[in-house]
């Protein structure tokens, strides 16, 4: 059975990019102070494209509906070869920083979400009680 569209299975996706991302900011900052360390990056518009492939689902209930259709995207590129300092250490502290906020809001979002569907799932089986 398939509860929601699959919007439970996109959110768990969702959940485990947020993780993947958080993991390598950490490593990032970690390692801050190592020698030639290259920062790690999770490329979301990989991981998206990767998810997006497997496909979705989508069905027209109406003939005035529009059509389903995916678009390229936008191009995005890595500096890979980016050194910050003098012992060619390509860790942005600051950036780091940013990237690890931005992640823990988007994690909050995505929990937020998900457990409004598991909290509407719970009243409908408790029969709006």
Do not use: C, W
Request: proline share 1%; net charge positive.
């Amino acid at each position: 059975m398939n509860i929601y569209g699959g919007t439970i299975a996109m959110l768990e996706k969702g959940l485990d990019y947020s993780s993947a991302k958080s993991k390598a900011i950490s490593q990032n900052i970690a390692n801050v102070d190592t020698p030639n360390y290259k920062a790690k990056s999770v490329n979301f518009k990989e991981v998206f494209s990767n998810e997006i492939s497997k496909g979705i689902e989508a069905y027209k209930t109406d003939v005035r509906h529009m059509d389903f259709t995916r678009s390229a995207g936008s191009k995005t590129f890595d500096v890979s070869n980016l050194r910050y300092r003098q012992d060619h250490n390509g860790v942005d502290m600051d950036k780091e920083q940013a990237d690890l906020a931005a992640n823990q809001i988007y994690n909050s979002a995505l929990i937020e979400r998900l457990s409004g569907k598991f909290n509407t799932l719970q009243s409908v089986i408790k029969g709006g009680r």
